[in-house]
């Protein structure tokens, strides 16, 4: 079964740094899928991706995904407390069923 | 808009009580999802309705789970009797339009938090 392993489990970054987030697939990626959550909310939707090679903007965060389509990258610049929270990758299997990461929780430090 | 809304926000049950969750998806989405996140893994797929039909429930656990949309508005899931494991986060989302693997934005609610002592 296809699995999505995302690293680093936590992150804890001073505020104004840049962070990546990654997340690695065990299968060739058909959708690659990066939510944000905060506790006590759902899951706000950042970006997808689909294509090798793609990559995405939303203000400061820029997500990539890999030629190969195995691997994305979640990039966030200049680090803002708005920013913390716990991003999750998802990536539908060969199910149609949306498949997740664990998840990297981000602190930021003022 | 509203976005998509779940009841209650937490529930703590004593082990072999019954506990009903309730997803309100958003106005005109006939997808709608329910997933579950036990504490320290990752968020699971449970099913997914279109309208008020079932279009996949491989993910529920077991019978102790029941799954309903009745008229494909809002949707109920409900656990009887419930088990000290069933304990997490239940999330519910929904989606306008399903494109199997194509580019499809699911919308989720807050989740409930479920607590079975």
């Known amino acids: 079964s296809q699995e999505l392993e995302q690293s680093p489990q936590s992150l804890i970054v001073q505020e104004g740094k840049n962070l990546t987030i990654n997340c690695t697939s065990s299968k060739t990626l058909y959708g690659l899928y990066w939510y944000k959550q905060k506790y006590g909310e759902g899951l706000i939707f950042l970006m997808m991706?689909?294509?090798g090679g793609e990559e995405k903007s939303h203000e400061k965060i820029t997500a990539k995904l890999d030629e190969k389509k195995q691997q994305s990258s979640l990039h966030i610049t200049a680090s803002q407390p708005s920013h913390a929270g716990i991003y999750l990758c998802?990536?539908?299997?060969?199910?149609?069923?949306?498949?997740w990461g664990a998840g990297t929780k981000l602190i930021i430090k003022p | 808009e509203a976005g998509v809304t779940q009841f209650p926000s937490h529930s703590v049950i004593e082990k072999g009580q019954t506990v009903t969750l309730r997803c309100d998806p958003i106005s005109g989405h006939d997808n709608l999802y329910w997933y579950r996140r036990v504490m320290g893994k990752e968020i699971k797929f449970l099913l997914h309705?279109?309208?008020?039909?079932?279009?996949?429930e491989s993910g529920m656990p077991n019978n102790r789970f029941l799954a309903e949309r009745t008229g494909g508005t809002y949707s109920t899931l409900k656990v009887q009797p419930a088990e000290l494991e069933d304990s997490g986060v239940y999330f519910c989302a929904s989606s306008q339009v399903w494109t199997g693997f194509g580019q499809e934005t699911q919308y989720f609610g807050p989740g409930t938090r479920l607590l079975v002592l």
């Open positions: 991706l689909q294509k």
């Open positions: 998802g990536a539908k299997d060969s199910n149609y069923q949306l498949i």
């Open positions: 309705f279109v309208k008020e039909s079932k279009q996949d």
